[in-house]
Every structure is written in structure tokens, then in C-alpha cells.
T-cell receptor, first 115, second 107 residues
Framework: EAQVTQNPRYLITVTGKKLTVTCSQNMNHEYMSWYRQDPGLGLRQIYYSMNVEVTDKGDVPEGYKVSRKEKRNFPLILESPSPNQTSLYFC??????????????FGPGTRLTVL | GQSLEQPSEVTAVEGAIVQINCTYQTSGFYGLSWYQQHDGGAPTFLSYNALDGLEETGRFSSFLSRSDSYGYLLLQELQMKDSASYFCAVRERDMRFGAGTRLTVKP
């Protein structure tokens, strides 16, 4: 089954404790990205990657890191989480960003609470 | 940069037609997309317009006019299950979403 998986689905942590949210897709997609969703603000892109070893900042990259060492995986790293990073996070992938279609497939989401 | 404006809420009755507008300010983009998100769920792709004009997919249609910096999503024969949030989005290398329109379908 074609899918994007994220882990963990729920996480409660404390300020300053490093964490990683994993994301994996099995569709051989080139383009992957991370979003955060906050009430009234819609989805805001944190980082994106157009292919292996190619990553770029999105709209709200501060406090986050990513890596793309393999095509299927795109982990999101919070080196020192703060309460303002409490949010719902989505990973997504699409075939490419240049195509005639633009279907992004989203993971199920990770609800993060930073105390 | 890009900013997208869409209404925050729309209410309609079952069987009706509803149009959700999206206006944007951007220096250039590949196309305009629409996504649906039910409460507690992940966004799912609905439609994409790379070129001006109308794209139809079943009960849903989407329209784009680059000259007017405007697009819309049209939902026909509304069903209760269409109650959800709808987001427009533009893609350059990055991707930007509107804040979303919450559609409530009433019996």
C-alpha cells in the first residue's frame, strides 16, 4: 500500500530535550516536506527536500533541522524544543515539484506537546 | 513571497452547490492545489490547476485565473461527509497554504 508513515503519532516532552520525528514514504517520491498546523494558521511549511541530500527552508524553519540521506526517509529534528513548537506536524511527499500534477500524500500527523 | 486568502467559514445545505474562493499574491508558481481535511485527519489531495481554466473531478471542480490571481473550488451535490476544512495552496519550489475554509453541510 502506498503510504507516508510518521512516528511517533503522539509525543509529550519537556523543553530542551532533543527529539526526532521520523517520516518514511514507499512511493519513490522525490519531493518531501514537513508542515506544522496551528489553529487559524493552516499548514505552514517547515522544510522541504527536492531529492536526496537537497533540503531547503520553508516558511517557518527556525528551531528545526532535517536531513535527507535516503530517498524514502525525511526525519524532522528538534534539537532543543520549546513550548511554541507545540503543534500538529505533518510529513508529505509528492512525485516531484515540477510535474503537471501536484498530488501530495500526507502522513497521519504527529501531535507534539512541549512542556 | 506568497499569501493566500480564503473565507474562514462557509455553511450550506445538503444537495446544494458551494464555491470556495482563493485569492493569492505570488510572484510565480507552478499551479494551484486544493486539499480537504476532516477533523482529526490528514489533508488529502482534491484537485490541481496548472493552467487557467476549469478542472473537473466528479462532484468537485477547480478553477484558476492567473490574470486575476484567483481560483475557486466548486462542490456540487453537497453531502454531509463534505463537512471538512478546505485549503488552497500554491507550489513554487516551496509550498504555501491558505488558512483554510471550514465547510459545514447541514441537512
Amino acid at each position: 500500500e502506498a503510504q507516508v508513515t510518521q512516528n511517533p503519532r503522539y509525543l509529550i516532552t519537556v523543553t530542551g530535550k532533543k527529539l526526532t520525528v521520523t517520516c518514511s514514504q514507499n512511493m519513490n517520491h522525490e519531493y518531501m516536506s514537513w508542515y506544522r498546523q496551528d489553529p487559524g494558521l493552516g499548514l505552514r511549511q517547515i522544510y522541504y527536500s527536492m531529492n536526496v541530500e537537497v533540503t531547503d527552508k520553508g516558511d517557518v524553519p527556525e528551531g528545526y533541522k532535517v536531513s535527507r540521506k535516503e530517498k524514502r526517509n525525511f526525519p524532522l529534528i528538534l534539537e532543543s524544543p520549546s513550548p511554541n513548537q507545540t503543534s500538529l506536524y505533518f510529513c508529505a511527499s509528492s512525485l516531484s515539484f515540477r510535474g503537471s500534477t501536484d498530488t501530495q500524500y500526507f502522513g497521519p500527523g504527529t501531535r507534539l506537546t512541549v512542556l | 513571497g506568497q499569501s493566500l486568502e480564503q473565507p474562514s467559514e462557509v455553511t450550506a445545505v445538503e444537495g446544494a452547490i458551494v464555491q470556495i474562493n482563493c485569492t493569492y499574491q505570488t510572484s510565480g508558481f507552478y499551479g494551484l492545489s486544493w486539499y480537504q481535511q476532516h477533523d482529526g485527519g490528514a489533508p488529502t489531495f482534491l484537485s490541481y490547476n496548472a493552467l487557467d481554466g476549469l478542472e473537473e473531478t466528479g462532484r468537485f471542480s477547480s478553477f484558476l485565473s492567473r490574470s486575476d490571481s484567483y481560483g475557486y473550488l466548486l462542490l456540487q451535490e453537497l453531502q454531509m461527509k463534505d463537512s471538512a476544512s478546505y485549503f488552497c495552496a500554491v507550489r513554487e519550489r516551496d509550498m504555501r497554504f491558505g488558512a483554510g475554509t471550514r465547510l459545514t453541510v447541514k441537512p
